[in-house]
């Protein structure tokens, strides 16, 4: 057969509070927490752009279809100032990944894992977001059901 080892795919959520202070009016100011969140992607243990910003809702858009998909954002939050698009390939075994000329190949299982692991990692930041007071970054319904779909599409 001859097909390339797989690789691995993991995430790992970095998520800090600080209280910062900020201006209500002129003369007052009060302390609000805010709440930094990184998702940091490890292919194989290495970690995939790191000086770039995972976007989940861009990911779990390509579970579900082939195509280049703008994943790793620039810090700045413009796309076209630093990020890293992936185009990814759905074959009946595998998901491909193609990034600035590096080549992954995921088992579905294990890009299934990894989906729903990241959903796990979402879970936990959101809760860290209500716990202080903040709304909600993600859009978790839509997310479980693409991980569905890609699960359901064999
Ligand atoms: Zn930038």
Redesign the pocket.
């Known amino acids: 057969m001859g097909r390339r080892e797989p690789n691995q795919i993991a995430v790992e959520l970095n998520c800090e509070v600080t209280r910062v202070y900020r201006s209500i009016s002129k003369y007052k100011r009060v302390k609000v927490p805010v709440v930094t969140a990184r998702l940091d992607i490890y292919i194989d243990g290495d970690q995939l752009h790191d000086d770039n910003v995972f976007e989940a809702d861009v990911f779990y858009e390509s579970l579900v279809c082939d195509g280049t998909f703008p994943i790793f954002n620039?810090?700045?939050?413009?796309?076209?100032?630093?990020?890293y698009e992936v185009n990814v390939r759905h074959e009946e075994e595998r998901v491909l990944w193609d990034t600035e000329g590096l080549i992954f190949e995921f088992e579905r299982d294990a890009m299934l894992k990894f989906s729903k692991e990241l959903l796990v990692r979402l879970e936990t930041l959101e809760r860290v977001l209500a716990e202080n007071g903040l709304p909600p970054r993600y859009d978790h319904p839509t997310f479980a059901s693409k991980i569905k779909r890609f699960e359901e599409r064999r």
Not at 74 to 83: L, M, P, S, V
């Open positions: 620039c810090t700045c939050g413009i796309f076209g100032c630093g990020g």
